[in-house]
């Protein structure tokens, strides 16, 4: 069976700040990792996915998840937050053996203080 | 704006009845699937269809079914709707024909919010 594990469910950093959201995944078989965030009022919106070639994956909007399989961890980092980041973030997995079942993490709730 | 398309946007009934939400995929799209997001359970994913037929099932109740349409919308239907069922249902679509549709990026709808009485 895989699971996501998202360590937070709300964050808050200051405008310009290092944006870190944390995921830790469990997956018997090779994983595929992605990330996703949702707007208010909105679906969601691939911002990146590992699907195991590089472990370090850059995605929209500049950020950039790394694949360390030692720590079974996919976390999303950005260099300086903006205020246009607050939303909710979500961590998932799949596999190829599992076809297209994937798997959501409870999701993080980013906030940018001015 | 993902190019999928779900009616109605919101939508509000009662306990014991039926209700359709509809999607349609982006323009050559083969895949659809169907998430319900709620409160309690998170992000759940239901069904996925490809290419007219069911190819994946997730946590979908025995109440709910969908369909693929040969011109590739699709329909969830939910039936004797129960005050739980209360939910954001999303649709999503994809569709490369890649071998691996794990790896597909899934394009979001907007959402169908759910109201049950």
């Known amino acids: 069976a895989q699971s996501v594990t998202q360590l937070g469910s709300h964050v808050s950093v200051s405008e310009g700040a290092l944006v870190l959201l944390r995921c830790n995944y469990s997956?018997?078989?090779?994983?595929?990792l992605f990330w996703y965030v949702q707007y208010p009022n909105q679906g969601l919106q691939l911002l990146l996915k590992y699907t195991s070639a590089a472990t370090l994956v850059k995605g929209i909007n500049g950020f950039e998840a790394e694949f360390k399989k030692s720590e079974t961890s996919f976390h999303l980092t950005k260099p300086s937050a903006h205020m246009s980041d607050a939303a909710e973030y979500f961590c998932a997995v799949t596999s190829y053996s599992s076809a297209s079942k994937i798997i959501f993490g409870s999701g993080t709730r980013l906030s940018i203080r001015p | 704006d993902s190019g999928v398309t779900q009616t109605p946007k919101h939508l509000i009934t009662a306990t014991g009845q039926r209700v359709t939400l509809r999607c349609s995929p982006r323009s050559g799209d083969l895949s659809v699937y169907w998430y319900q997001q709620s409160l309690d359970q998170g992000l759940q994913f239901l069904i996925q269809y490809y290419n007219g037929e069911e190819r994946a099932k997730g946590n979908i109740l025995e109440r709910f079914s969908a369909q693929q349409f040969p011109d590739l919308h699709s329909e969830l239907n939910l039936s004797s709707l129960e005050l739980g069922d209360s939910a954001l249902y999303f649709c999503?679509?994809?569709?490369?024909?890649?071998?691996?549709?794990?790896?597909?990026?899934?394009?979001f709808g907007p959402g169908t919010r759910l109201t049950v009485l």
């Open positions: 999503a679509s994809s569709g490369s024909g890649t071998a691996s549709h794990s790896t597909d990026t899934q394009y």
């Open positions: 997956s018997s078989v090779p994983p595929y």
